[in-house]
C-alpha cells in the first residue's frame, strides 16, 4: 500500500531532550515536506525537500532541523524542544512539488512541557 | 507575500443539499489548485485538483476554477453527514526551489463543513 508513515503518532516530552520523529514513504516520491498546524494558524510548512541532499527553509524553520540522506526518509529534528513547538506535526510526500497533490502521513502530536 | 483566503466557517449546509466551498488566491501566476478535506485530528486528504479555467467533476465533487476572478470552489452535491469535515484549498504558484524561503504551494486555514441530517 502506497503511504507515508510517521512515528510517533503521539509524544509527550520535556523541554530541551533532543527528539526525532521519522517519516518514510514508499512512492519512490522525490519531494517530501514538514508541515505544523495550529489551530487558527492552519498548515505551515517547516522544511522540505527537492531530493536526496536537497533540503530548505519553509515559513517557520526555526528550532527544527531536517535531512534527507535516502530519498525515502525525511527526519524531522528538534534539537532543544520548547513548549511552543507543541503542535500537531505532518510529514507529506508527491512525485514533485505539488504535482497531483501531496500523500500526508498520519500525523505526530507533540507536546512539549 | 502570497495569501490564500478562505471563509472559516462553520458553514452548515442541510443534508441533501448543495454544499458551495470558497477560496481566492492573490498570486496571479497560481498554476496549480487542490482541494483537501481533514477529518477532526486527521491528516490532510485530497479529494481534487484542477489546473485549467472551468469545471472539473469527480462524482458528488466539481471543482470551479476563474483564473481571471482569482477563486476556486468546491461544490458537494448531495452533501452526507459523513462530509463534515474542514476543507483546505492549496494553491500552487510558479515559484518553486530558487535556493531560500518557500516552495511556491500555499494553504488555506480551512472551510469548517457541517453537513446536518
Known amino acids: 500500500e502506497a503511504q507515508v508513515t510517521q512515528n510517533p503518532r503521539y509524544l509527550i516530552t520535556v523541554t530541551g531532550k533532543k527528539l526525532t520523529v521519522t517519516c518514510s514513504q514508499n512512492?519512490?516520491?522525490?519531494?517530501m515536506s514538514w508541515y505544523r498546524q495550529d489551530p487558527g494558524l492552519g498548515l505551515r510548512q517547516i522544511y522540505y525537500?527537492?531530493?536526496?541532499?536537497?533540503?530548505d527553509k519553509g515559513d517557520v524553520p526555526e528550532g527544527y532541523k531536517v535531512s534527507r540522506k535516502e530519498k525515502r526518509n525525511f527526519p524531522l529534528i528538534l534539537e532543544s524542544p520548547s513548549p511552543n513547538q507543541t503542535s500537531l506535526y505532518f510529514c507529506?510526500?508527491?512525485?514533485?512539488?505539488?504535482?497531483?497533490?501531496?500523500?500526508f502521513g498520519s500525523g505526530t502530536r507533540l507536546t512539549v512541557v | 507575500q502570497k495569501e490564500v483566503e478562505q471563509n472559516s466557517g462553520p458553514l452548515s449546509v442541510p443534508e441533501g443539499a448543495i454544499a458551495s466551498l470558497n477560496c481566492t488566491y492573490s498570486?496571479?501566476?497560481?498554476?496549480?489548485f487542490f482541494w483537501y478535506r481533514q477529518y477532526s485530528g486527521k491528516s490532510p486528504e485530497l479529494i481534487m485538483f484542477?489546473?485549467?479555467?472551468g469545471d472539473k467533476e469527480d462524482g458528488r465533487f466539481t471543482a470551479q476554477l476563474n483564473k481571471a476572478s482569482q477563486y476556486v470552489s468546491l461544490l458537494i452535491r448531495d452533501s452526507q453527514p459523513s462530509d463534515s469535515a474542514t476543507y483546505l484549498c492549496?494553491?500552487?504558484?510558479?515559484?518553486?526551489?530558487?535556493?531560500?524561503?518557500?516552495?511556491?504551494?500555499?494553504f488555506g486555514k480551512g472551510t469548517h463543513l457541517i453537513i446536518q441530517p
Open positions: 498570486d496571479r501566476g497560481s498554476q496549480s
Open positions: 484542477i489546473y485549467s479555467n
Open positions: 507529506a510526500s508527491s512525485l514533485s512539488v505539488g504535482g497531483n497533490g501531496y500523500t
Open positions: 492549496a494553491v500552487k504558484s510558479l515559484r518553486g526551489y530558487s535556493g531560500g524561503g518557500a516552495d511556491g504551494l500555499t
Open positions: 525537500s527537492m531530493n536526496v541532499e536537497v533540503t
Open positions: 512512492m519512490n516520491h522525490e519531494y
